[in-house]
């Protein structure tokens, strides 16, 4: 079993940064990818970004890209993600997600809310 915790969630104007961090524990050693989800009130959960642990590769959403930075660290089995120029859209619950062997772990999730 995974376990994940999200942190860093938040408020913030638009055009504003915010950035989210997750951390996982458990059976951490062969975990194959990290990354985030996000859900809007009457929407699918969509990806935001993915980071592969061995070779460092990223996945972004298209409506993210250019704007959100993925980044993690194996040795601590985090990852964090860098949102910038954030817009109301992006007003979300994001979650924090882990693969291993196959299945897929969530966090509880972090509410960002981007208004004026």
């Known amino acids: 079993q995974v376990q994940l915790v999200e942190s860093g969630g938040g408020l913030v104007q638009p055009g504003g940064s915010l950035r989210l961090s997750c951390a996982a524990s458990g059976s951490t050693s062969s975990i194959s990818s990290m990354g985030w989800y996000r859900q809007a009130p009457g929407k699918q959960r969509e990806l935001v970004a993915v980071f592969i642990r061995y070779g460092g590769g990223t996945n972004y959403g298209d409506s993210v890209k250019g704007r959100f930075t993925i980044s993690g660290d194996n040795a601590k089995n985090t990852v964090d993600l860098q949102m910038n120029s954030l817009k109301p859209e992006d007003t979300a619950v994001y979650y924090c997600?882990?693969?291993?062997?196959?299945?897929?772990?969530w966090g509880q999730g972090t509410q960002v809310t981007v208004s004026s």
């Open positions: 997600t882990a693969q291993r062997f196959g299945a897929q772990y």
